[in-house]
């Protein structure tokens, strides 16, 4: 018996999912990493840990006609990812399936013009209760096989992007080469840390790694900047292509 899900929107209404009540839940971090996404009308995607698919569906909501193809190791959330291509009219161009990133099947080891991902991106030691939240979040070691695997599946002249922990982006700048890279902090208020990083490189280029300005997520009152509310409402894309990418 597959556990009690609760529907959630993403988008204002434009995206619904399924996700588990428990469990790893997909929230912002999902919508800012589809909003970084290069995609044009007609690419093929391939995302990496998909989760119940909200990354994948904001993608799809944005950009019309990317063929995606979302790859999550936990059947149930892949059989929730499919219910919710379904519900959300993208299951002709969208689905999911259930293998290990790290052994995918012959049909996918190809190269895809878009490849996004959200790793799990926390250390030994900092292991959640839920089992299923724990296998989510936790990376045994793995972050840069992550990123290796992505930038190995992406086509010349096409794009990773990731999402990853501040303080872990020397690890997955150490996973890219040198050059095609750009950095995109998500700063929660100004003048503090960020948190969050996107992490951007296309295959082929020879531009020199760049940090770009990023996006200040909340005001003094802890609202949205208008900035951030384009992007978790309206769909706007984020620009990270700046840069000589």
Known sequence: MSPPASDET????????????TGFRSGMDAVMLAAAV?????????ELGAGAGTASLCLGARV?????????IDPVLVELANRNAAVNGMAERM????????????????????????????????????PARARALNDDGQLMNWM??????TVSGGFLT???????????????????VNVFPLWPRAGEAAKRVIL?????????????????LHDATGAYT???????????????TRGGL
Do not use: M, Y
């Not at 290069?38 to 391939?46: Q, V, Y």
């Not at 790290?102 to 959200?118: G, M, T």
């Not at 208008?226 to 984020?238: F, I, N, Q, S, T």
């Open 64 to 72: 019309p006609h990317v063929v995606t193809t979302g790859v999550e």
């Open 95 to 130: 689905r999911f399936v259930a293998h290990d990133v790290f052994a995918l099947p012959p049909d996918l080891k190809r190269d895809f013009d878009q490849v996004l991902v959200n790793p799990p991106f926390h250390g030994e030691g900092r292991l959640p209760p839920d």
């Open 162 to 180: 990731a999402i990853l922990r501040a303080d872990r982006l020397s690890e997955g700048l150490a996973a890219l080469p040198i050059a095609g």
């Open 38 to 46: 290069p995609a044009r009308p007609g690419e093929a995607a391939l």
């Open 226 to 240: 208008p900035e951030a509310d384009a992007v978790l409402r309206c769909g706007a894309a984020l620009a990270l």
């Open 10 to 21: 993403f988008l204002d209404g434009r995206v619904r999912v399924k996700q588990p009540q």
């Open 148 to 153: 290796k695997l992505g930038f190995q599946r």
């Open 200 to 216: 951007q490189a296309r295959k082929g280029s020879a531009a020199p790694l760049a940090l770009l300005p990023g996006l200040i």
